[in-house]
């Protein structure tokens, strides 16, 4: 199965008037690297499910440990991580994290303990597909050949940063892991020349990162720490049972609950207006986006009550945006920038996250998506002051 980008061009391979012609760059003009890259994130996209045994390698010139992990993947935001083999005691063999839209438990046997953690306003990112689009921007690529990992045929790509600065964090492409590099007990000279290499292998038939390996060496190239991150048994939507993303602690464990459990999970606009004091609006969404899920959260006296409608592409779940109204305002309007909403004063934000706020007859509304800013305006311009 393989997963490539569609180049449309016209017939003859030229744009442009008779008396000069452009041409059409093709995949060929591409590094062979880039365009591996770029068929990674065209399947990262593209993919509903992921599962596989993951393999984590950490080595220092003192020491190696190695960790054996079965993940289980529905991007953006639901996850189950079961540790097989673990040397270590904060994440030991047993040890289980499971992340949905709402809540994220963490199981550890040792202590007999689950922590059930309630993000119900969470906003989630694709992480492994910002990092893909982050290599593919900051690094330079040499392909290295075929090489076999895990039974599987692979593409080596070694990668290296385009700016020299040595970052103390890498996001891995293999799992949704950041990579803190271990420079503390590195002593300063050695880090003054210190460079770290990338080496992705790239699945033949998935066009997906299958192996990872970064690598930190001193000036003269002796090695201070390596770390690789291989899947094996890599599936690309698979069939999942029902109930991966929600976890049922064990009988004898002890369980802490933290965050704020949300009043209610609605699936329609009704539904949320009857649990709450105020009116809702009814935004025009613009396509493809669609109602993913309404939350409605209390927490009174502090804070008030909020009311959010998270929307998304069915295509592409990552492209998310949300609106919400409470009854207590949370944004700081001289820290924005004021701008005119349908004849309303609004007050907008981007970077991260880009969105509009604005009060109006006692209740307080954003809209913001941190993917897609285009609709963002548009549908705060829906909802004006009803």
């Not at 062979?32 to 393999?55: C, H, K, Q, W, Y």
């Not at 991580?81 to 040890?95: M, N, Q, R, V, Y």
Request: proline letters at 7%; glycine letters at 6%; aromatic letters at 6%.
């Amino acid at each position: 199965m393989y997963r490539r980008r569609l180049l449309a061009v016209a017939a003859g391979g030229v744009l442009g008037p008779a008396g000069g012609c452009v041409a059409v760059p093709s995949s060929a003009d591409e590094p062979r690297g880039a365009s591996l890259l770029r068929d990674a994130i065209d399947t990262r996209t593209e993919l509903t499910t992921l599962a596989g045994r993951r393999v984590l390698t950490a080595e220092t010139p003192e020491d190696t440990s190695q960790r054996v992990e079965r993940i289980v993947r529905r991007p953006p935001g639901n996850r189950r991580t079961e540790i097989l083999e673990s040397a270590d005691p904060h994440l030991p063999t047993g040890f289980v994290s499971v992340t949905n839209r709402e809540v994220t438990w963490e199981y550890d046997p040792a202590e007999e303990l689950v922590v059930e953690r309630h993000h119900p306003n969470r906003v989630v990112t694709d992480g492994p597909r910002v990092a893909l689009e982050a290599l593919l921007e900051e690094y330079t690529f040499t392909h290295e050949g075929v090489e076999t990992v895990a039974g599987r045929e692979t593409h080596r790509m070694d990668a290296e940063p385009i700016a020299d600065d040595l970052e103390r964090s890498i996001e891995l492409l293999v799992g949704e892991t950041v990579y803190r590099i271990p420079l503390e007990r590195t002593e300063a000279a050695a880090l003054e020349s210190a460079t770290v290499t990338r080496s992705v292998w790239i699945d033949d038939e998935y066009r997906y990162p299958i192996r990872e390996r970064d690598v930190l060496r001193d000036g003269d190239g002796e090695l201070l720490h390596r770390l690789t991150a291989t899947y094996e048994d890599l599936a690309i939507d698979p069939d999942l049972e029902e109930g991966t993303f929600v976890y049922e602690p064990p009988e004898d464990a002890t369980v802490e609950r933290l965050g704020t459990e949300p009043t209610g999970v609605y699936a329609a606009r009704a539904d949320a207006a009857a649990v709450v004091s105020y009116d809702l609006p009814d935004p025009a969404v613009p396509d493809p986006y669609v109602l993913d899920r309404i939350t409605v959260v209390d927490r009174t006296p502090d804070f008030g009550v909020r009311t959010t409608f998270w929307y998304h592409d069915p295509d592409r779940p990552e492209r998310e945006l949300f609106v919400a109204v409470r009854d207590e305002r949370r944004y700081d309007p001289d820290a924005l920038e004021a701008i005119d909403l349908d004849g309303h004063t609004a007050y907008r934000r981007d970077g991260g996250i880009d969105s509009v706020f604005w009060s109006c007859e006692g209740l307080h509304y954003e809209v913001s998506s941190s993917t897609v800013a285009e609709p963002v305006r548009e549908l705060a311009t829906s909802i004006g002051c009803p």
